[in-house]
């Protein structure tokens, strides 16, 4: 079984500031898919960004990119110039490759880090 | 586009009481299903997957279940509801077939068991 820690439940900066958020994962799989979702005070859970686990190129979208981590099992968020509304909850999660379908898109999630943004 | 609907938004429920939680998705055929829970303080727990009309497949052992009576609903029931039960439901919906599908989120149900 996949398990995915976040060891910082709470986070906050200034706005414009640059915030990392930390999130190690456990798994005996090679081929899998990383994730930092968000989820606004509205509770609508949004996905920021993916990072498929073959790949070495970190993701980037924006501002948000990742240091992916392989052998060390750990996968951080980086968000440049913060705004007022990254103002949420990041949940990092983990989801096993499969080839076939068989409902396995099976997101396991941590804790969560509450990031709270300064004006 | 496809869009994803939950009801209710907000429920409050004595304990022993029964559940219903009712998710739809429209815009897409066959999708694979989702129920998650948040719990105060927790991440998503994912509780029920569907990858077809009846196919239910349950991860976590609780007294809730869950069906799917219609390719695009899915619905997650409690005959009798604990204090546990609260917490925030979270349904998903995925694209069927190999390879990554992203899940799409409901807005979710918060549930009050009192």
């Known amino acids: 079984a996949q398990t995915v820690t976040q060891s910082q439940p709470e986070m906050s900066v200034q706005e414009a500031e640059t915030v990392t958020l930390s999130c190690t994962y456990d798994?005996?799989?090679?081929?899998?898919?990383l994730f930092w979702y968000k989820q606004p005070p509205s509770r609508q859970m949004i996905l920021v960004i993916r990072?498929?686990?073959?790949?070495?190129q970190n993701a980037t979208e924006n501002r948000f990119s990742v240091n992916f981590q392989k052998a060390a099992k750990s996968f951080s968020l980086k968000i440049s110039d913060s705004q007022l509304g990254d103002t949420a909850m990041y949940f990092c999660?983990?989801?096993?490759?499969?080839?076939?379908?068989?409902?396995?898109?099976?997101?396991?999630f941590g804790t969560g880090t509450r990031l709270t943004i300064i004006p | 586009s496809q869009t994803i609907h939950q009801w209710p938004a907000t429920l409050v429920q004595p304990v022993g009481s029964p559940l219903s939680l009712e998710c739809t998705v429209e815009?897409?055929?066959?999708?694979?299903l989702y129920w998650y829970r948040q719990a105060a303080g927790r991440g998503l727990q994912l509780l029920f997957y569907?990858?077809?009309?009846?196919?239910i497949s349950s991860e976590v052992p609780q007294n809730l279940s869950a069906s799917r009576p219609q390719d695009r609903q899915f619905i997650l029931s409690s005959k009798k509801l604990l204090l546990s039960d609260s917490g925030f439901y979270l349904c998903?919906?995925?694209?069927?077939?190999?390879?990554?599908?992203?899940?799409?989120f409901g807005p979710g149900t918060r549930l009050t068991v009192l």
């Open positions: 990072q498929e686990a073959y790949k070495q």
């Open positions: 798994t005996s799989e090679n081929n899998y898919y």
């Open positions: 999660a983990f989801m096993k490759h499969w080839i076939s379908n068989f409902g396995n898109e099976k997101l396991t």
């Open positions: 998903a919906w995925s694209k069927g077939g190999t390879g990554y599908n992203e899940q799409f």
């Open positions: 815009g897409t055929s066959n999708p694979n």
């Open positions: 569907s990858v077809g009309i009846g196919q």
